[in-house]
């Protein structure tokens, strides 16, 4: 069974300083996605960001970039810049496609971020 | 991305009664996926509902307590049955965009007395 561990169960950091939050994960299967999701107190989850495992290039969206090692199973999110509004909890999920690239999350346990003025 | 609306987005009950959530999405869809996030925890997967066949349900969540309705691809409802306090929890839904990107409902934030 897979498993994904966030070790950092809360972190903070000044605005317009970089962070980053850490995730491993335990796998056999070779095909597969990994995500980083925020969960701000609306309770919204929105996607930050997406990695196939089958790509070696780490992933960014804006602010927001991932260090993907494979080999090692870990899977990081660097945020750069930090706003205010980035200030939620960030839940790094796997996921195994139980068809085309369709699957169900396994969530890590969550990183409360807070951002400081 | 998909749209996807739940109703009620809250709702306080009685143990021992039960409560159907709606999940709604602006697109078809082949996969939905129902979540419950205890307070304070991280998501736990209740069941895969595909439309036109059952529900496959996790390991710790059986029928009987979360029944599941697929009845088209925009839709499902999950019902959480003779409820207690232990499943006071947000409930969400969310859809594969087929493109390896899944979204996610606003929740429904349950308590139950």
């Known amino acids: 069974a897979q498993t994904v561990t966030q070790s950092q169960p809360e972190m903070s950091v000044q605005e317009a300083e970089t962070v980053t939050l850490s995730c491993t994960y335990d796998t056999s299967e070779s095909n597969y996605y990994l995500f980083w999701y925020k969960q701000p107190p609306s309770r919204q989850m929105i996607l930050v960001i997406r990695?196939?495992?089958?790509?070696?290039q780490n992933a960014t969206e804006n602010r927001f970039s991932v260090n993907f090692q494979k080999a090692a199973k870990s899977f990081s999110l660097k945020i750069s810049d930090s706003q205010l509004g980035d200030t939620a909890m960030y839940f790094c999920a796997f996921m195994k496609p139980l068809t085309g690239s369709q699957g169900n999350l396994i969530f890590g346990k969550g990183t409360k971020l807070s951002v400081k003025p | 991305s998909a749209v996807i609306s739940q109703k009620p987005s809250r709702d306080i009950c009685q143990r021992g009664t039960s409560l159907t959530i709606q999940c709604q999405v602006d697109?078809?869809?082949?996969?939905m996926f129902w979540y419950r996030q205890q307070p304070g925890q991280s998501l736990t997967l209740i069941a895969t509902?595909?439309?036109?066949?059952?529900?496959?349900?996790e390991s710790g969540f059986v029928i009987d307590k979360f029944p599941i309705s697929r009845p088209n691809l925009t839709f499902s409802t999950l019902t959480v049955s003779n409820m207690s306090p232990e499943d006071s929890s947000i409930y969400l839904c969310s859809v594969d965009d087929r493109l390896g990107e899944q979204f996610f409902g606003p929740g429904t934030r349950l308590t139950v007395l």
């Open positions: 697109s078809q869809v082949t996969m």
């Open positions: 990695q196939e495992a089958y790509k070696q």
């Open positions: 509902a595909n439309q036109g066949s059952e529900a496959t349900y």
